[in-house]
Structure formats: C-alpha cells, structure tokens
C-alpha cells in the first residue's frame, strides 16, 4: 500500500507484485479536505480513510511518501501531519 500525503488531497494506492511478477494496480482513492476545514477535521478524516484502507486490504507492506518543501514552512507542517 501506498500514501502520498497532502492536506487537500491525499492519495492511497494499493498494488500487488512478487518475485518475477508484473506490479498490478488492485486499488487507487483520493482523499479530499477542504481547505477551509479546521486542521484536526481534515487529519481525523485522512486517519479515517486510512485506517478502513487498512482494514479493508491488510496490506504486507506500507509506504509513506517523504514531504518536501522548499518554500511554504505551514504548509510542510501540515503535510507531514498528515502523513504520520
């Protein structure tokens, strides 16, 4: 399983590989925050999609996209949060 983590739109993804074999795509979601949302609804509901993800699927394996930011420190703050 795979996070790419952001505020506004946070995007899982689930694969499925093994050794010699082709990486197939099983499952792909976006989760959507509004911006004008307060920053602990937007991350409960992340936390949320997150956690059915995991029960739903049980995935072997998780990764988590590194943030990085050159510019907009708030931002970066927010992002990180948002990935654990």
Same mark, same amino acid.
């Given at each position: 399983?795979?996070?790419?983590?952001?505020?506004?739109?946070?995007?899982?993804?689930?694969?499925?590989?093994?050794? &010699?074999?082709?990486?197939?795509?099983?499952?792909?979601?976006?989760?959507? !925050?509004?911006?004008? !949302?307060?920053?602990?609804?937007?991350?409960?509901?992340?936390?949320? /999609?997150?956690?059915?993800?995991?029960? !739903?699927?049980?995935?072997?394996?998780?990764?988590?996209?590194?943030?990085?930011?050159?510019?907009?420190?708030?931002?970066?703050?927010?992002? /990180?949060?948002?990935? &654990?």
């Amino acid at each position: 399983m795979g996070v790419d983590p952001g505020l506004t739109r946070c995007g899982l993804s689930l694969v499925e590989s093994g050794r &010699g074999r082709d990486l197939v795509a099983l499952d792909v979601d976006v989760v959507r !925050t509004p911006s004008d !949302t307060a920053l602990s609804k937007r991350l409960l509901a992340i936390n949320e /999609a997150v956690e059915h993800w995991l029960d !739903t699927h049980r995935p072997d394996v998780l990764a988590i996209e590194r943030v990085f930011s050159q510019l907009n420190v708030t931002t970066v703050m927010g992002t /990180a949060q948002a990935g &654990g």
